[in-house]
């Protein structure tokens, strides 16, 4: 059980293009998703948390305009790179909160991750 | 901003040995998580760890919390050739809107 998945696992697209990942708990509901992006060698670095229902919620320093997220049901959450540039090439991962009652550890379930390559 | 900060940060061992890998942190916390992550691949959860626990195992697994020092370690006994990977603590923080913050990770090679 909880299994999250993304599709694309790799994308590349020219520059000024706009690329959709999503991000699907497969055998749980989710209310909250979190999106995140990791540079080689790096660390996990959360973009934004993501509310089904209602507006996402971006980290300090990421452009709302840029990344966009859209949470329409209690098993996906999207995330959309607009006029992706190669600087944003990089290796995005989703994780989405188990909204069982009862469950008070607020364990994450983690996505394969999407590879973005922007040319 | 990343609070969970491991040491060391490279680690290489050979097959059969123990490995031990820490974590420290900085403020007030529900819990702590240990994640591993295979090279270009996504984050497997290994084990949680409740801030009034001290100490859990899973398998070949064994995580201390010392909430007074606010660190953790992660010891891997037996290691094997597999167990390669990138390994992160991830510090759930106390608080209405908490969100899981992520060390730099410890690059742990085992030698076959």
């Known amino acids: 059980g909880a299994v999250v998945s993304q599709h694309p696992s790799w994308v590349i697209c020219k520059s000024g293009t706009s690329v959709k990942i999503e991000c699907r708990s497969l055998d749980f509901q989710a209310t909250t998703m979190f999106w995140y992006r990791q540079f080689p060698k790096q660390s996990l670095m959360l973009m934004a948390t993501s509310n089904e229902g209602s507006k996402a919620t971006y980290e300090q320093g990421v452009e709302k305009d840029k990344f966009l997220i859209n949470h329409a049901s209690l098993t996906l959450s999207t995330l959309t790179v607009t006029s992706a540039h190669p600087e944003d090439s990089s290796f995005y991962i989703c994780?989405?909160?188990?909204?069982?009652?009862?469950?008070?550890?607020?364990?994450?379930?983690f996505g394969p991750g999407t590879r973005l390559t922007v040319l | 901003s990343q609070q969970g900060e491991e040491d060391p940060q490279a680690l290489s061992i050979q097959e059969g040995e123990n490995a031990t890998m820490n974590c420290s942190y900085k403020?007030?916390?529900?819990?702590l998580q240990w994640y591993r992550q295979n090279s270009g691949r996504g984050l497997v959860h290994l084990i949680l760890i409740r801030s009034n626990e001290r100490e859990k195992h899973s398998g070949r697994l064994r995580v201390t919390l010392d909430t007074s020092k606010k660190s953790s370690s992660l010891l891997i006994t037996a290691s094997r050739a597999a167990d390669t990977a990138s390994y992160f603590c991830a510090t759930d923080p106390t608080g209405a809107n908490s969100k899981l913050t992520f060390g730099k990770g410890i690059t742990l090679s085992v030698r076959p």
């Open positions: 994780s989405a909160r188990d909204s069982t009652s009862g469950r008070m550890d607020h364990e994450q379930f």
């Open positions: 403020t007030s916390i529900n819990n």
